[in-house]
C-alpha cells in the first residue's frame, strides 16, 4: 500500500518527538544543574534529543582531552622550588611539534656559557597550534601538558601574551594538572617514582632522601612532596643561599599592596629564593 | 613441477611477479625492473606507456587502476616520475609501474583512455608538478587557480612563508625568539605572476575557458521542434557556497531546461598543499595532519598513514610489528568510524534529498556517543591522532570519566567496557535499525532515489571509483579483504555488496556496512577483553623523531568513504631520512567525483545534488 513507509518512517519521528519530552516531564524543573539525568541523558542510555545549554550548561571534558599545551610548574607552597619550572628546554618538544608553533629561549649561565636547565623563555603561538598532543606526549619531564581551557577567544590575536602565550601565561602549577588529570598524573608519578620531577627525584635517590611516592590507585590521597628537616641540608649551601634568601625578602617588602599583588610578590620572591639557593649549589658543586 | 605446467598458463591470473616476467618478455625494450632499493615493480619507457598498460590492463587482468601519482627526484635523479599502482578486481597485490620524464618539459602520455579513472590524477599531476599528459583532452589545472605561477609540488618551488626545507625549523630552540611569520614576510611579498600575466583579464580568461564548450551559445528556435516543449540552454553554477555541496564545491552544470547536458566539477577551494605540508614534516608530524583529511573519519586516516610508514620501517632494523592489542584497538576504533562516517553520511544524504535535518540530527545523536568515547581515549572528538608507528598513542581508559574542573560543571562517570558492550550490542544496532524503519520504505525517498544516479559495474571500476560507490555498482571489492590488512583476516565478516548502482543501493550498502561493522565490532570486544593489560605499542616512546629505511610503500585501507592510500617515499639522507621525500594521499573523494560528470548525465537539476550526496564527499580530502 502507498504511504505505508512515509507513516513508519513518521511513527519514528513521533517515538523521538516523546522521547525527547518524556524526559523534560519526568524531571521537570530539574533540567539545569542536576548532574546525575544530565549524565543520564548525555550516557549510552538517552534515547530522547537533548541540547547542552552552552554556555551556561557545559560538558565536562574527559581528562585526556586535550586543547593548547601549559607548563608545568612547582606549586606555590613547595618547600624546596616553588614556582619552578618542570621545563628543562631540552629542545623536544619544539622538535616533535607539527606546525612548528613552540618557540624556547633557552637560558645561559652568563659565566659559564653553559645551559642552564631551565627555560629563559617559552612562546606557544596558539593560532597555530593544532591541539595534537605531540609535546605532552614526547615530554620526557612532563613538563608541557594539554590543557582543558577550550575558551581562548579574544578580540586581538596579534602581541605577546595574547595569542602568543608566553611563559607567564604558559605556566600552570602542578596541582593545576593533578586536578584535571588525576589518572593521568597519577600514571606519570608510577612511571616516574614519585611526585615530584624526576631530577628531584633522581636527586633524592641520590642523597637517600625520603621519595614522596604514589599511592597504589590514582584515587589514594595525594602525597605532598615530603618537607626536609632542615638539619639534613648541607651547611656550606644554608650558609650561601641561606644568605641571599633573607637578603632579598629584606629589599622587597612594601607597606601597602593589594592582596592580588601580595601575592604575586611572594611568588617572585619564592621563585629566586629558590633559583638563587640552586644557583649557589650549583657553583658550591663546581667549586 | 613441469608436470603442472602443462595447464596453459591464464596471464590474467598469475601472481604479480609473473605477471612483471610476462611483461617484461612482451616488451623487452620498453620495461626494466625498478632495481633502486627499496622500491618495487617495473620502470616503463614512456613512449611505450601506452602499450605496456593496455598489456597490463588487457592481457594481465589489472583492470583497477588504484593511484596515480608524480614524484619530484630533483638532486637525486634530476627526473620526474609517475607512479601507477595498477590492481585486479578480484583482489590480491598491485603491479606498481612506473614512467620518468626530465624535468624539463616533462610529458608522459596520458593513461585516459586506457583508465579513464587517472583523468582528476593526471590533472592534479599537471597543477601540482607541471607533466604535461599527451592525449589528455582536459589538461588544465585543478586544485591551484589559472594564473598561478609555477607547479608548487616541486622541489624547488618555495611557498609563501617559507622558512626552512625540512621540519624541524634551527629557529624554534634554543634561541627561539618568537616571530610570526606575516610580521617578517608582509602578505604580497612572494607572491609572483607569470611575466605575460595580466590581472586584469585573469577572471574573464578562466571563466571563459571553463565554459567553453558547454554549449553556450545554441539557437534555441533552432534546437527544438515546434511540437516540443522550448528550453533554453543555461549554465548553472551550483557552489561553491551552497548547503547541499558539504564544503566549498562547485559545480559547473549546462542545463537543457532542466535535464543536465554536462557537469564539471570544480574544485581547490579548500586546496592547502596538505601534501607539500607533508614533505616539509618529519614522518610523526604528519600524523595529526592526516586527521584533516576526511575530518569525519580521522581514526582511520591515521590507520593508513601509520601502515604505509610501518611498511618501510619494517624494513630497516630494530622495528617490531605494533602488538596485538594495539591491531585490536585499530580496528575497533576504525570500525567505529565507519559507523560515523556512515551515519553521517546517510544522515546527509537525507538532507540534500529534502528530508532537512530530522534524519541526520536522528544520525548525529548517535554518532556523539561514539566520539564521546574517542574523545576520552585519544583527547579529540575530531582530530583524533591516535595511532603511532607501530601501535596506538594511549591504551583506553578504564572509564570514561569526565572531572569537573573550573570551566565545566557537569560529571559523567562511565565504565568503558561497559560503555563500549552497550554501545556496540544494543545502542547502535538500534540506532541502524531505526534509521532502516524510518528511511527504508519510505516511498518519497525510493521515487527520489531509485534508478537515479546511475553507475554501471564496468563504469565504476574504469573510473577507479572506490568504497560504497564501487560496491554499490555490484563489486565487492574491499580493501579489508582483497589486501588485508591488521587482523581482518581473522574476523568474520561480509563485504557488502549491492548490485543496482543507484542512489538507493549506495543508501542501502551503507546500513549494510554498518551492520557489518558491528558485527566486527562484536567480535573484537572479547579479544579487547583478553588482551587487556598487554603493551598497546611496540616501538620505543622515547623516539621522537623515528628514521625511516630508504624506499617506497603504498599503504591503503578502506576507508569509510572508498580506499585511502598513502604513497610514501623515503629518500635522500643514507642513514634513513626523518622526512618524507614524497607523500602523497590517494584521496577516495577525490577520485570518487571522476565519474560525477557521467552520473550526472541526463538527469534532473535537482537529482545532482542527490548524487554528490550519496558519493559523500569530504572537501577536506577532495582538496588536501
Not at chain 1, 7 to 29: A, C, M, P, S
Not at chain 2, 20 to 47: C, H, M, N, Q, W
Not at chain 2, 57 to 80: C, P
Not at chain 2, 524 to 530: A, G, S
Request: negative net charge; aromatic residues 10%.
Amino acid at each position: 500500500m502507498y504511504g505505508v513507509g512515509i507513516l513508519k518512517g513518521l511513527g519514528v519521528t513521533i517515538r523521538h518527538f516523546f522521547n525527547t519530552y518524556v524526559e523534560d516531564l519526568r524531571y521537570v524543573g530539574k533540567k539545569l544543574n542536576n548532574t546525575q539525568e544530565f549524565e543520564r541523558r548525555q550516557g549510552v542510555d538517552s534515547t530522547g534529543l537533548y541540547t547542552v545549554q552552552y554556555p551556561e550548561e557545559k560538558i565536562a571534558v574527559p581528562e585526556r582531552f586535550r586543547f593548547v599545551p601549559f607548563l608545568v610548574v612547582e606549586d606555590d607552597d613547595h618547600p624546596e622550588r616553588p614556582g619552578h619550572d618542570w621545563c628543562t628546554s631540552c629542545g623536544i618538544c619544539p622538535k616533535v611539534c607539527p606546525p612548528q608553533c613552540i618557540w624556547i629561549v633557552r637560558s645561559e649561565d652568563p659565566v659559564t656559557k653553559r645551559p642552564i636547565p631551565e627555560p629563559e623563555a617559552f612562546f606557544i603561538d596558539i593560532d597555530i597550534c593544532m591541539n595534537c598532543g605531540l609535546c605532552a606526549e614526547y615530554c620526557p619531564f612532563d613538563a608541557i601538558k594539554m590543557d582543558h581551557d577550550y575558551e581562548l577567544a579574544d578580540y586581538d590575536r596579534t602581541g605577546i601574551g595574547v595569542h602568543i602565550h608566553d611563559k607567564e601565561k604558559l605556566s600552570k602549577p602542578f596541582s593545576y594538572w593533578r586536578k584535571i588529570a588525576p589518572t593521568t598524573a597519577w600514571e606519570e608519578a608510577v612511571d616516574r617514582g614519585g611526585w615530584e620531577h624526576i631530577d628531584v627525584i633522581k636527586q633524592k635517590q641520590k642523597s637517600g632522601a625520603p621519595i614522596a611516592k604514589p599511592g597504589p590507585t590514582w584515587d589514594s590521597p595525594y602525597v605532598p612532596p615530603i618537607v626536609p628537616v632542615k638539619e639534613e641540608a648541607p651547611a656550606a649551601e644554608t650558609a650561601q643561599a641561606g644568605g641571599e634568601a633573607v637578603g632579598t625578602a629584606a629589599e622587597a617588602a612594601p607597606v601597602e599592596m593589594s592582596a592580588e599583588d601580595a601575592a604575586k610578590e611572594e611568588r617572585r620572591k619564592k621563585r629566586e629564593a629558590a633559583l638563587a639557593r640552586k644557583h649557589a649549589k650549583e657553583q658550591g658543586g663546581e667549586g | 613441477m613441469t608436470d603442472q605446467m602443462i595447464a596453459p598458463v591464464r596471464p590474467e591470473t598469475v601472481d604479480v611477479d609473473a605477471a612483471i616476467g610476462i611483461l617484461k618478455e612482451r616488451f623487452p625494450d620498453a620495461v626494466k625492473d625498478d632495481t633502486r632499493e627499496g622500491y618495487v615493480g617495473v620502470v616503463v619507457e614512456r613512449s611505450q606507456l601506452v602499450e605496456v598498460a593496455t598489456a597490463i590492463r588487457d592481457e594481465l587482468g589489472f583492470d583497477y587502476l588504484s593511484s596515480a601519482t608524480a614524484v619530484d627526484y630533483l638532486g637525486i635523479e634530476d627526473s620526474m616520475e609517475m607512479v601507477y599502482h595498477a590492481y585486479r578486481i578480484s583482489g590480491g597485490k598491485p603491479l606498481v609501474f612506473k614512467a620518468q620524464t626530465p624535468r624539463e618539459n616533462s610529458s608522459i602520455p596520458s593513461l585516459i583512455d586506457i583508465w579513464p579513472g587517472v583523468d582528476f590524477q593526471e590533472r592534479e599531476a599537471y597543477d601540482l608538478y607541471g607533466i604535461s599528459f599527451p592525449g589528455h583532452p582536459n589538461q588544465k589545472r585543478i586544485l591551484m587557480w589559472e594564473g598561478f605561477n609555477g607547479h608548487p609540488m616541486r622541489k624547488d618551488w618555495k611557498e609563501a612563508y617559507y622558512e626552512a626545507e625540512l621540519k624541524p625549523f634551527e629557529s624554534r630552540w634554543p634561541k627561539g625568539y618568537v616571530r610570526r611569520s606575516e610580521e617578517l614576510n608582509i602578505f604580497g611579498k612572494n607572491v609572483a605572476y607569470p611575466a605575460d600575466f595580466d590581472l586584469s583579464r585573469l577572471s574573464d580568461d578562466t571563466e571563459a575557458s571553463l565554459y567553453a564548450g558547454m554549449g553556450l551559445g545554441v539557437d534555441v528556435e533552432a534546437l527544438n521542434s515546434d511540437e516540443e516543449l522550448k528550453t533554453d540552454r543555461l549554465v548553472v553554477n551550483l557552489g561553491p557556497h551552497h548547503p547541499s555541496t558539504h564544503g566549498v564545491f562547485r559545480m559547473v552544470v549546462t542545463l537543457n531546461g532542466e535535464t543536465i547536458e554536462t557537469l564539471e566539477p570544480v574544485m581547490g577551494y579548500l586546496h592547502r598543499n596538505h601534501e607539500k605540508i607533508g614533505e616539509r614534516n618529519a614522518w610523526n608530524h604528519n600524523m595529526p595532519f592526516t586527521d584533516r583529511l576526511d575530518y569525519i573519519s580521522s581514526m582511520s586516516n591515521n590507520l593508513g598513514y601509520a601502515l604505509a610508514v610501518e611498511q618501510l620501517m619494517s624494513r630497516g632494523m630494530r622495528y617490531t610489528p605494533p602488538t596485538y592489542r594495539a591491531e585490536v584497538i585499530r580496528v575497533l576504533m576504525v570500525e567505529l568510524t565507519r559507523i560515523v562516517n556512515h551515519l553521517w553520511a546517510i544522515g546527509f544524504l537525507l538532507n540534500d534529498l529534502g528530508a532537512f535535518f530530522t534524519p541526520a540530527l536522528y544520525a548525529i545523536a548517535e554518532r556523539e556517543k561514539i566520539l564521546d568515547f574517542f574523545e576520552a581515549t585519544a583527547g579529540s572528538r575530531l582530530m583524533c591522532n591516535y595511532m603511532r608507528f607501530g601501535g596506538v598513542f594511549k591504551d583506553i581508559p578504564e572509564r570514561i570519566r569526565s572531572t569537573a574542573n573550573l570551566l565545566n560543571d557537569k560529571v559523567r562517570d562511565f565504565e568503558t567496557t561497559q560503555y563500549l558492550t552497550q554501545l556496540i550490542t544494543e545502542t547502535l544496532p538500534r540506532a541502524v535499525d531505526e534509521l532502516d524503519t524510518f528511511l527504508t520504505d519510505s516511498e518519497i525517498i525510493k521515487t527520489r532515489t531509485i534508478g537515479v544516479g546511475y553507475l554501471p559495474t564496468e563504469t565504476a571500476i574504469a573510473y577507479s571509483a572506490a568504497g560504497p560507490l564501487l560496491r554499490g555498482s555490484g563489486v565487492a571489492y574491499d580493501v579489508r579483504r582483497a589486501e588485508p590488512y591488521s587482523i581482518y583476516p581473522e574476523l568474520d565478516f561480509d563485504v557488502a555488496v549491492r548490485y543496482n548502482g543507484d542512489i538507493y543501493d549506495r543508501y542501502l550498502l551503507r546500513i549494510d556496512e554498518m551492520r557489518e561493522s558491528l558485527r566486527i565490532l562484536k567480535q573484537i570486544l572479547p579479544r579487547l577483553e583478553r588482551t587487556k593489560g598487554e603493551s598497546f605499542f611496540s616501538g620505543n616512546k622515547a623516539v621522537y623523531m623515528p628514521r625511516v629505511a630508504i624506499g617506497e610503500a603504498y599503504g591503503r585501507v578502506e576507508n569509510p568513504k572508498g580506499e585511502l592510500g598513502y604513497y610514501v617515499v623515503s629518500q635522500g639522507d643514507p642513514k634513513g631520512p626523518q622526512n618524507p621525500w614524497r607523500y602523497h594521499v590517494r584521496a577516495p573523494s577525490f577520485i570518487n567525483l571522476t565519474v560525477l560528470g557521467q552520473m550526472c548525465k541526463g538527469q534532473k537539476v535537482a537529482d545532482v545534488v542527490a548524487i554528490l550526496g550519496s558519493i559523500d564527499i569530504v572537501l577536506g580530502e577532495t582538496d588536501r
